[in-house]
């Protein structure tokens, strides 16, 4: 089991990445950068689901798979604010650029529509034989408002990746399963068409990192941590109560057993004191 130092210093490397994600934020956009410091110390003024930019609320599960969200998400809803109640979205962007003057922040309303409902046309399942990787909306991991608003604006749950040597089945993604826009290795395709005819017209364009979200928070060992932790205090506490209860006894020895330490008090007018590490 990790001692209490170890858990505070992987808390410090997780809280790292959510500065490094902050710096990316800063300089994509400075206004909701600010916005985002006064959020995090306002946030008791709202009621409703507030969400920060999905360049902090969002995570990117694997960053290898980073290049292909940043090439399909607009750069705006990646700075956007996320709210569930319009009139409290309406006050922070009063509060941000009339009060504050910062006119580059932008907010949007959660949808009502679930992130389950949010679907591709094409299984999974019947891709995985050509060298399907994943659609998008399984790479990343994001509050449920905010995904749906993702999968609706940009079509995450849509958005084939695919391995590179899969090139040799594009005429059967565009012809036969009708994608619209999916990843070959490093190779995006989009796929037009007129609605006078039945061709279509693909483009190609190679894509390439942009390291807007390849720094990636485990939600879930944060979570972790945080448990282990306030265990760890919990203990803390529990030691310290014993103690005081004995020591107002003249005379008494108290007996310690952590996972660490076994630390023996003896509690007399000379008070001693001494520990055996067990393990």
Same mark, same amino acid.
């Given at each position: 089991t990790a001692s209490k130092e170890g858990l505070q210093r992987d808390m410090g490397q997780l809280r790292n990445v959510n500065q490094q994600k902050m710096q990316v934020l800063k300089r994509m956009n400075d206004d909701a950068y600010k916005a985002t410091m006064w959020l995090q110390d306002h946030r008791e003024q709202f009621q409703g689901e507030?969400?920060?930019?999905?360049?902090?609320?969002?995570?990117?599960?694997?960053?290898?798979?980073?290049?292909?969200?940043?090439?399909?998400?607009?750069?705006?809803? *990646?700075?956007?604010?996320f709210f569930s109640d319009a009139n409290e979205m309406n006050f922070f962007m009063k509060t941000m650029r009339q009060e504050k003057g910062w006119k580059k922040v932008s907010a949007v309303t959660?949808?009502?529509?679930?992130?389950?409902?949010?679907?591709?046309?094409?299984?999974?399942?019947?891709?995985?034989?050509?060298g399907l990787i994943s659609y998008l909306r399984e790479l990343v991991t994001a509050p449920d408002g905010v995904l749906s608003f993702l999968c609706g604006n940009n079509n995450l749950h849509r958005v084939a990746?695919?391995?590179?040597?899969?090139?040799?089945?594009?005429?059967?993604?565009?012809?036969?399963?009708? *994608?619209?826009?999916?990843? *070959?290795?490093?190779?995006?395709?989009?796929v037009s068409g007129s609605r006078y005819s039945s061709a279509k017209s693909i483009m190609t364009r190679a894509v390439q990192p942009s390291n807007i979200l390849s720094a990636s928070l485990d939600q879930e060992r944060v979570a972790l941590v945080e448990r282990q932790l306030a265990a760890k205090q919990a203990e803390e506490g529990q030691l310290l109560a014993q103690f005081q209860q004995v020591s107002s006894c003249p005379s008494s020895i108290l007996i310690c057993l952590t996972r660490e330490v076994v630390t023996v008090l003896i509690i007399t007018p000379f008070f001693k004191q001494f520990s055996l590490v067990i393990g």
């Open positions: 507030v969400y920060e930019p999905f360049i902090i609320s969002g995570n990117v599960t694997d960053p290898a798979n980073a290049m292909y969200v940043e090439n399909s998400i607009q750069q705006r809803d *990646l700075t956007a604010f959660l949808p009502q529509r679930s992130v389950g409902s949010f679907q591709p046309e094409v299984p999974a399942a019947s891709l995985k034989q050509y990746v695919f391995q590179p040597q899969a090139e040799q089945y594009n005429d059967q993604f565009v012809n036969q399963f009708g *994608l619209n826009k999916f990843f *070959l290795g490093s190779k995006m395709q989009t």
